[in-house]
């Protein structure tokens, strides 16, 4: 004898099976981003890779310069600190010739963290001169990062050209609110 509950299951199942190719579709859907995206990533070095990093939060497709703002800096942010966590672990198991290296970067992703969260705190207080700055200075402790490992290889090169990325795209949000 079959039961409602054992009927129920069997057509949730059955449906999700139908269901599931149109998920796949949309997965594989290319972006189609907002005027506002376009015009912020035409001005980056790489418009694919702003383009991604936007919409890999869903605000981005219905944000104003305001959210937009938040998106960018939020990763920004998001990034600089996952990397200094990084850069903690590391140092735990650190050779003598990586400990001085990425004690220079534990310093400058402490600058990174700082001044992103400036930035948001500014964002906050509708405080948008100082914006650009700090994402420039944000980024150039990542070059400086990069720059400790020159003549060997970097953990964290990888990390350093991301937050470099996502500085540059905060750095063009940042021009949508000021005027020249």
């Known amino acids: 004898m079959v039961t409602y509950p054992c009927l129920c ?16 579709a949309a997965a594989t859907t290319t972006i189609q981003p907002s005027n506002l995206v376009k015009k912020v990533c035409s001005q980056t070095s790489n418009y694919d890779f702003c383009v991604e990093t ?18 960018i800096f939020g990763s920004a942010y998001q990034s600089a600190t996952t990397t200094h966590d990084q850069i903690t672990s590391l140092l735990k198991n650190a050779t003598a010739s990586q400990r001085p290296r990425l004690k220079r970067c534990d310093r400058d992703y402490t600058k990174a963290v700082s001044k992103l969260l400036e930035a948001h705190d500014d964002l906050d207080s509708e405080t948008f001169e100082s914006l650009a700055k700090l994402s420039r200075i944000a980024s150039s402790a990542a070059d400086d990062c990069e720059t400790s490992f020159k003549g060997t290889r970097s953990p964290l090169t990888t990390n350093n050209k991301g937050l470099k990325g996502l500085c540059e795209i905060c750095v063009v949000v940042s021009k949508l609110f000021v005027m020249f």
């Open 9 to 24: 299951l069997s057509l949730l199942f059955a449906i999700s099976i139908f269901i599931q190719p149109s998920y796949a």
């Open 54 to 71: 936007l919409y890999a939060d869903p605000r981005t497709p219905e944000a104003d310069r305001y959210v937009l703002a938040y998106v």
